[in-house]
C-alpha cells in the first residue's frame, strides 16, 4: 500500500485500469489535476473531496482518478485539435462526469455528458468511471463529438464502429500522458509495442466483470484488445452478432479492425523514432493523434469509412511530415485489409493539388446528411420514419481489400449500409419507440438492452430515428 501523502499536491489514481480482480496494481501518483485548465473543460460532478483519503475502494479515490482520466484525455486531444475547438453545444462549456448513475456494467456518453455505473459481481463491486481506459473512451466520443458532429447521427455500422474505435484509440494515446506507462508497456513487449500488453488490453476489469456471466462477450484476457489480427470485410455482408472471437457488423465488435491497425501503425511509427524508449513510444502517440485529427477534419461519411479515413491519414501524413510515415501506416492498414496494397501505392503517389485539398477542406465537402425513409410496418410501427444516410461525396475511390485479392467494389450504396444499420438496431433491441407508435402486432420492443436510439416526433410531426447515446458494452 502507498503511504499516505502529507503534502497533498498528489492524487492516487491507475496508470490504465484497476486491472482483473484479484488486483494486484498498485495505484501512482499524480499531481492534483486541474479539469479546467485546457479549451476542454472537464468536471466530476458532485463536491469536491479532499485527496486525503484517496485510497482504491474509496469515493475519493474514484473521484480524482475519475478527474484525472478525463483530464489526461482532454489534454491529449487539445494538443491536437484545431484551435477553437469546443465542446457539442448540447454538452456546454464543461464536459461533465456522473459517476454512479445506476446499477449496470455499462458508461454513456449522451451530449449531456458522461454517465458511469457500478454493479456488484462476484464479490467485487466494479465502478466503470474507476478505469482511466473506460473514462478515455467515453471522453473520446465526446472529442469526436466535437470535432464531427455529423458521425453521431449517421445510419452506417461502420461509422458507428469507427465512433468506438475512436474511444479506444482515445484511451490508448491518453494513457501515454502518464509517462510511466509507455515504459512499463516497452518491459512488458521487451521494445515491440505492437504486442499485447497494458497499452493494448483495453478495459481489462470491466472485461472481466462481463465475462463473469457472458464469457463469448469480450476477449480472454480484457474487453478488447489492440493488437488484434482482425480482417475487413464489409459489415453489410456480417451478422449483427457474434461471440467476441468471431467478426460481426456490431460497432464494439467491428471497432477492432480500426483500433488494430491504428495500433500497429503506432509500433510502426514508434520504430522510427531515434530513441525507442518510453519518451519514443509518447511521441508516436502525438504523431497518431495529430494524423487522426488532421484526417477527420476532412474525411466526408460514406459508407467505406475505414478505407476513407485510412486514406485521408496517409495524404495528412505527406502534408504534416513530408509522407515520413506513409509505409508504416500503409502496411498496418493493408495488412487488416482496411486499404488494398494497391489503394495504399495510389494514396502515396497524389498530387499536389489533392494534398492541398485534403489539409484545407473545399466549402460543401462536408454537406449535412441527407435523410431517406424508412417502410415502418417492417418492424411493427404505424408509420414511416427518417434515418440520416452517410452520403457525403468520397474524395478517394478507396474501397478496402477484398479477401482474395485487389479491392472490393467501389460502389457501396449509402442507403442500403443505413437500412442494413437500421435493421442490426431493432434485432438487437436497441431502438426504444413510444407506445403510442407501435402496431399491436409489433415484436416486444426489449426493455433490458440500453437504448442507443430512439424514435421521435419531430416539430412536423413525422417520426424519425436517431441516436440518443454511445454505450460502453
Ligand atoms: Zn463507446
Redo the contacts with the bound molecule.
Keep these: 500500500m502507498t503511504q499516505p501523502d502529507t503534502k497533498t499536491q498528489t492524487i492516487r489514481t491507475w496508470e490504465d485500469d484497476p486491472g482483473q480482480p484479484p488486483a494486484a496494481r498498485q495505484p501512482i501518483q499524480r499531481p492534483i489535476p486541474n479539469g479546467s485548465a485546457g479549451p476542454l473543460a472537464v468536471a466530476v460532478a458532485g463536491a469536491r473531496p479532499a485527496q486525503s483519503g484517496d485510497y482504491p475502494g474509496s469515493e475519493e479515490f474514484r473521484y480524482w482518478a475519475a478527474v484525472d482520466a478525463l483530464s489526461r484525455a482532454a489534454t491529449f486531444w487539445g494538443k491536437h485539435l484545431p484551435a477553437g475547438t469546443t465542446w457539442n453545444p448540447d454538452v456546454g462549456s464543461v464536459l461533465e462526469a456522473t459517476l454512479d448513475f445506476g446499477d449496470l456494467l455499462n458508461?454513456y456518453?449522451d451530449r449531456e455528458g458522461l454517465k458511469f455505473f457500478r454493479h456488484a459481481v462476484a464479490g467485487v463491486t466494479v465502478h466503470s468511471g474507476e478505469s482511466p481506459d473506460v473514462a478515455c473512451?467515453?471522453t473520446?466520443?465526446a472529442i469526436l463529438d466535437a470535432l464531427r458532429p455529423d458521425l453521431w447521427g449517421a445510419f452506417s455500422a461502420e461509422v458507428a464502429a469507427f465512433?468506438?474505435a475512436f474511444?479506444d484509440m482515445s484511451a490508448i494515446l491518453a494513457s501515454l500522458e502518464v509517462g510511466s506507462l509507455a515504459d512499463d508497456v516497452l518491459a512488458e513487449t521487451h521494445g515491440n509495442p505492437a504486442q499485447s500488453s497494458r497499452l493494448s488490453r483495453l478495459a481489462e476489469q470491466l472485461g472481466w466483470a462481463i465475462r463473469q456471466s457472458a464469457p463469448d462477450k469480450v476477449e480472454a484476457d480484457c474487453l478488447r484488445n489492440a493488437a488484434n489480427s482482425w480482417f475487413y470485410q464489409d459489415p453489410i455482408a456480417l451478422p449483427p452478432l457474434a461471440p467476441a472471437n468471431q467478426l460481426s457488423s456490431e460497432p464494439?465488435y467491428f471497432s477492432r479492425i480500426f483500433t488494430g491497425a491504428f495500433f500497429e501503425g503506432l509500433a510502426g511509427v514508434f520504430r522510427q523514432q531515434q530513441n525507442r524508449d518510453g519518451a519514443g513510444l509518447v511521441k508516436a502517440g502525438d504523431v497518431m493523434g495529430s494524423l487522426l485529427v488532421a484526417a477527420l477534419r476532412t474525411t466526408p461519411v460514406v459508407p467505406r469509412f475505414y478505407a476513407q479515413t485510412a486514406a485521408h491519414m496517409l495524404a495528412a501524413d505527406q502534408t504534416l511530415y513530408g509522407g515520413a510515415h506513409v509505409p508504416a501506416l500503409s502496411a498496418a492498414f493493408i495488412r487488416h485489409g482496411i486499404l488494398s496494397p494497391g489503394e495504399a501505392i495510389s494514396m502515396a503517389t497524389l498530387a499536389e493539388e489533392q494534398l492541398t485539398a485534403v489539409a484545407e477542406p473545399e466549402p460543401g465537402l462536408l454537406a449535412p446528411l441527407d435523410e431517406t425513409t424508412v417502410p415502418g410496418e417492417r418492424f411493427g410501427l404505424t408509420d414511416v420514419f427518417s434515418v440520416r444516410v452517410p452520403a457525403q461525396e468520397p474524395r478517394f475511390r478507396v474501397a478496402g481489400a477484398a479477401p482474395e485479392g485487389g479491392e472490393l467494389e467501389q460502389v457501396a450504396n449509402p442507403e442500403r449500409a443505413a437500412l442494413s444499420f437500421v435493421e442490426d438496431l431493432f434485432r438487437q433491441g436497441r431502438v426504444e419507440v413510444p407506445d403510442d407508435v407501435l402496431t399491436p402486432a409489433a415484436p416486444v420492443v426489449d426493455g433490458t438492452r440500453t437504448h442507443t436510439h430512439a424514435v421521435a416526433r419531430t416539430e412536423s410531426g413525422e417520426l424519425s430515428l436517431d441516436r440518443v447515446l454511445?454505450?460502453?458494452p
Excluded: M, R
Design positions: 458508461a456518453y473512451h467515453e473520446g466520443h465512433h468506438e474511444g464494439h454511445f454505450a460502453a
